[in-house]
């Protein structure tokens, strides 16, 4: 309820303060294009308008875009194709800068260098390109977790689930018992619609159990071995049992929405959804851990996150980078971490006091974040889209029964090694 008092004064103040500034004239007019997730977006709104209040002679229009990651990157695709100004900003995703390393300016040119201390050395390596541009400022940072019912695994006697049988057994005892009384209940929901989110859950079945990440960093395709399958097989198994079939269609907001009505007993997402578990009235208590590990592997979660880029076609570069900037500082990441449960890429951030009143288990964040595995992105560049759609495309055809698990990785590892020859 605190939050979204505060959110809505937020939202009010934006409203009101945008609207007296309708008429006015600016030196300089700014466009960031952001997501919509969670409360992503309002927290972007009220920053800008902090920001206009501090720089009466700016203007900021906040514009969302898709929400589905590889939409999205279609989307921002064709502004650069056609060079186009009207967007200063990006939000962009982890596993981008080397697809569009050369539509975004070099922002240590713009001063960076002051901006970046405290922040995560591994997002900063990320964002770097190999001749030492930083082409996007670390903003937040997300990695796969699992969520757990604590009030459910109290009623059942049973503890968190450390290995992907221990998950798949817990889940099979607590929905067999809840579905006594709502046979919607399901065990585990996760995200498995042909798309980026399944290319990350695919990671972290495989690297928890040694597996490898799909592509090694001297580009040897990893896929085929008896770990991968064994994992995959494990998932197929999972379907119509402790996973509903409807999974193979689900992104994030999808499992989201039956883990929020109370209808699971486990879920792997992303930080985001921890705030919002907290509004769910059909949640007594809940927890969030590491990705459970294989038999012959240990926890594994896939690195994600977004940041910001600045555009190469923007008329106001210096303008757009001093924003970016004042969204990546301490002060607003701050402000995020509390109403949006989103991440810090600032470390010292995960023991403030005032952001673990809000999200206490932002401690157990921080030791996930520092043993995430990060998608292949940086070995595969230029080529990482198509890796990524061979991936998510290949898989799904085995969850949904078109192909056996071990014909899908012979497939699957053919087409990677064609893609990168």
Known sequence: MKKAIITFLILTLAIFAGNNRIQADYETELTIAVGEVGAEYDTVVAAAEQYMAENPEIYIEVIDSPAESGERLSYFLTHFERESPEVDIYQIDVIWPGILEEHLVDLYDYGAEEHLEGHFDFIIDNNTTPEGELIAMPWFIDAGMLYYRVDLLEKYELDVPETWSELEEKARIIMEGERENNPDFEGFVWQGAPYEGLTTNVLEWFTSNDGGNFVSKDREVTVLNDNNLYMLEKVIGWMGDITPLAVTGFIEEDSRAVWHEGNAAFMRNWPYAYGMTEESEAIEDFGVTRIPAGPEGKSSSALGGWHLGVSQYSENPEEAAEFAFFLASAEIQK???????????????????????????????????????????????????????????????????????????????????????
């Open 335 to 421: 402000m995020r971490a509390i109403q949006a449960s989103l991440p810090p890429t600032i470390e010292e951030l995960y023991g403030d006091e005032e952001i673990l009143a809000e999200n206490p288990l932002f401690e157990e964040f921080l030791h996930i974040f520092e043993t995430a595995v990060p998608r292949p992105s940086a070995q595969t560049a230029p080529y990482y889209e198509a890796v990524s759609e061979a991936i998510f495309s290949g898989i799904h055809l085995a969850l949904t029964g078109e192909r056996d698990a071990l014909t899908a990785l012979e497939n699957l590892e053919i087409e990677l090694e064609e893609i990168l020859q």
